[in-house]
């Protein structure tokens, strides 16, 4: 809905009026005059785009993410994204996993449970039964027999495979050398997967049978595994995350300056907005003056009631999901409060920048700088408010909350 009003703010105030000058416009000179501001227009909202992405991405990666439901899903999503992909990497480290169709890779890497053990900590003894496989992420493990030293395991080692697959017990001793993290597959898990999949059988009789990881030459193999993790990875389905108030308060841990960088995130998408609003007081009180004298000008004539609805009807409800986020990661209400109230302040500042240099530029500066607020206003819909809203509502709701939005804004109009 929010995303819709702000979309009709830009069009109808911010665009159209620049657009239709150049349709409108009479004579060569007003006509060159006319398509050189849409120029303007246009160049100032690419880079408007550009440095609300850049500075966005700045304020993000220290914590900035937080200020919205959007951004913050995903945050998460990508990151548990990339964990998935590192765990595919690993399990293609081992040629029995390799012979999983690609069809049950999601189930495997959500079936793994990551296992850290200290240095000095034993995995299992010589004898015990094989009740797990074991993928080594990072660290070394000491493998013994007896009194001898028979190997180190390092990342991308696979431990304890034939155990699992003879039901034989263990044949050796695991110690971590260091501290270490592996990815454990039970065996109930590692049965039903051969019992679904034939050719995963298969390859768990031949290994049994012939150990058939150490006749492969282990360049062959690296190669294999990274193309098989390639493939797998692509056949993973994308798991949007929603995180848990922990989480949240986890991330917001993380991020020792997020505070700050929520701040200047949310002061990144309110300037552009506050000084378009200074500086369309200026045009309307000129529009208005032009053309029907200056005592026409009340405030119920310059008041571009657009805009302005367009965005309180974008800004309100993300400023109460924002807050509900904040306390959610532990700010309490005084120090929410104060960061609006500032930012109010700021904003303030900002629309009587915009209200004094429209009076003190040329229309041509004018309309670049209200380009720039366009650009950056009408990408922080695309790369926020929608998705945002995707990922809450769905698509119908977003689709149909977007028109009313819309037409909610231009209605507007109505009171001019």
């Given amino acids: 809905f929010g995303g819709g009003a702000l979309i009709a703010a830009l069009a109808v105030e911010l665009v159209a009026p620049t657009a239709m000058h150049v349709l409108h416009a009479e004579g060569a000179a007003a006509r060159s005059e006319a398509s050189h501001h849409l120029v303007n227009m246009l160049i100032g909202a690419v880079i408007g785009g550009v440095l609300f ?22 945050y998460f999503t990508s990151k548990k994204a990339a964990r998935r992909k590192q765990i595919i ?120 049978a012939s150990r058939l990881q150490e006749l492969v030459d282990r360049d062959d193999v690296e190669a294999d595994a990274e193309q098989w993790a390639s493939q797998a990875f692509a056949k993973l389905s994308e798991a949007t995350v ?51 004298g200056a005592d026409s000008v009340t405030f119920a004539t310059m008041v571009p009631y657009t805009l302005i609805a367009g965005l309180f009807l974008a800004n309100f409800p993300e400023a109460m999901s924002s807050s509900i986020g904040m306390q959610k990661q532990g700010w309490g209400r005084p120090r929410i409060f104060f ?29 670049l700088i209200e380009g720039l607020a366009a650009g950056a206003m009408l990408t922080m819909i695309a790369a926020a408010m929608i998705p945002e809203a995707v990922h809450l509502g769905g698509s119908t709701v977003t689709g149909l909350g977007t028109l009313g939005g819309f037409l909610s804004a231009v209605a507007f109009k109505l009171l001019e």
């Fill in 53 to 74: 992405v850049s500075l966005d991405s700045i304020i993000n990666s220290k914590g900035g993410f937080l200020r919205k439901t959007s951004s913050t899903i995903s």
């Fill in 89 to 208: 990497e690993h399990l293609g480290s081992s040629e029995l996993i390799r012979h999983l169709p690609l069809d049950m890779v999601e189930d495997v890497v959500n079936k793994v449970n990551e296992r850290n053990f200290a240095a000095g900590e034993l995995l299992f003894s010589e004898g015990d039964a094989g009740d797990v496989v074991y993928f080594i992420e990072a660290g070394v493990v000491s493998v013994s027999s007896g009194s001898e030293h028979v190997a180190d395991l390092e990342s991308g080692d696979v431990l304890g495979e034939i155990a699992m697959v003879t039901g034989a017990q263990r044949t050796a001793t695991a110690t971590a050398k260091e501290d270490t993290l592996l990815l454990a597959l039970p065996k109930d898990d590692f049965d039903h997967l051969r019992k679904e999949s034939p050719e995963f059988e298969s390859a768990a009789q031949a290994l049994a």
């Fill in 242 to 292: 929603i995180p848990t108030d922990t989480q949240l308060h986890e991330a917001s841990e993380e991020h020792g300056g997020a505070p700050m960088a929520i701040w200047l995130g949310i002061l990144l998408d309110g300037i552009p907005e506050s000084f378009v609003i200074g500086s369309a007081l200026v045009v309307s009180i000129t529009a208005a003056i032009a053309h029907s």
């Fill in 339 to 367: 960061m609006w109230f500032s930012l109010m302040v700021m904003t303030s500042i900002g629309a009587g920048f915009g209200f004094w240099l429209g009076g003190s530029v040329g229309h041509g500066v004018v309309v």
